[in-house]
């Protein structure tokens, strides 16, 4: 969360984005112990390029969350829209580590997102080590 706050001050270039496409994936989920397919996430793959001294980067953060993963095509494939091949685009990159860049700074619902997932992932896995020493002794 810090980060996506922060990225909003990050000093700016214009850049180009170089691919933008919809891919898939599939999902899965666990129930009673059993791996199931749960359908598809959408991706919206976009990979931009800028130069700062002279050093070309890459990068493919739309936002600080990461990459723009969804249950909905639609949404995907809006932002693939709004990031066409070729197009020039305003990127933010971190200046202490100017390979550290995103198109879209600032919080996001998603960052939250990312982060509680996270957190409910980190606290479940203390409960176990928690119940395993209980169980231990």
Known sequence: ITDSLQSENWPTIEGEIVS?????????????????????NYVAAVVYE???????????RITSAGKSIGRKLSYAQDLVNKYEKGSKVLIYYNPKNPQESLLEPGFHLSSLVSFAICLIFSII?????????????
């Open 20 to 40: 933008s496409e919809v891919t898939s994936m599939k999902s899965y989920i666990m129930i009673n112990g059993a791996i199931r397919e749960d359908g598809k």
């Open 50 to 60: 800028y130069s700062i001294s002279d050093k070309r980067y890459f990068g493919d």
């Open 125 to 137: 896995g203390l409960v176990g080590v928690i119940w395993g020493l209980k169980e231990h002794n």
